[in-house]
T-cell receptor, first 123, second 110 residues
Framework: GAVVSQHPSRVICKSGTSVKIECRSLDFQATTMFWYRQFPKQSLMLMATSNEGSKATYEQGVEKDKFLINHASLTLSTLTVTSAHPEDSSFYIC???????????????????FGPGTRLTVL | GQNIDQPTEMTATEGAIVQINCTYQTSGFNGLFWYQQHAGEAPTFLSYNVLDGLEEKGRFSSFLSRSKGYSYLLLKELQMKDSASYLCAVSPYNTDKLIFGTGTRLQVFP
């Protein structure tokens, strides 16, 4: 249980275009999802918290107009990188916090489950 | 804010024991997590400490001391597949967020 998927797994785009990344919780409802960015050989950096039915909360230094987040349902959040530039090339990972505990998951209600990540390359 | 520090890299031999430390400076948190991440993959949950003390789960154990601002992950009977990055993270009070440490890349040699 507690599976999170991301699509696409890998995307290459031209500078100036927009890219949408989907994050889905497959077997549980996630009232809260999180978006992270990870540069090579570095740790995860939280970009924003996505709440179903309300506006996302962005971390300091993250441009909300550049990284658009929509959490339209309890199982889907999307991150759109607008007007992408080469410096936006990174590994983007989403996670979902269990809102309704699926069978077999750890007992901590704070546990986040991560998607497989999306590698974005901007040429 | 939270400053969460880990050694950048560690090496160990197959079958050995390794301890990965995590020190933090934070005003308060719900719990401390450890995740494993293989290159190019998503992190996977290893352990969660709320109270001080040792939590044992098979070959992996995690320890927390809130008064000392310190945690460690202990890996026993190391296997080659344990070569990965290990990330500690805290969940600050009154948030659902996870703030990750710098991560430790562990290489296990035969």
């Amino acid at each position: 249980g507690a599976v999170v998927s991301q699509h696409p797994s890998r995307v290459i785009c031209k500078s100036g275009t927009s890219v949408k990344i989907e994050c889905r919780s497959l077997d549980f409802q996630a009232t809260t999802m999180f978006w992270y960015r990870q540069f090579p050989k570095q740790s995860l950096m939280l970009m924003a918290t996505s709440n179903e039915g309300s506006k996302a909360t962005y971390e300091q230094g993250v441009e909300k107009d550049k990284f658009l987040i929509n959490h339209a349902s309890l199982t889907l959040s999307t991150l759109t990188v607008t007007s992408a530039h080469p410096e936006d090339s990174s590994f983007y990972i989403c996670s979902a916090r269990v809102g309704v505990q699926p069978a077999g998951a750890p007992t901590s209600t704070d546990t986040q489950y991560f998607g497989p990540g999306t590698r974005l390359t901007v040429l | 804010g939270q400053n969460i520090d880990q050694p950048t890299e560690m090496t160990a031999t197959e079958g050995a024991i390794v301890q990965i430390n995590c020190t933090y400076q934070t005003s308060g948190f719900n719990g401390l997590f450890w995740y494993q991440q293989h290159a190019g993959e998503a992190p996977t949950f290893l352990s969660y400490n709320v109270l001080d003390g040792l939590e044992e789960k098979g070959r992996f154990s995690s320890f927390l001391s809130r008064s000392k601002g310190y945690s460690y992950l202990l890996l026993k009977e190391l296997q080659m597949k344990d070569s990965a990055s290990y990330l500690c993270a805290v969940s600050p009070y009154n948030t659902d967020k996870l703030i990750f440490g710098t991560g430790t890349r562990l290489q296990v040699f035969p």
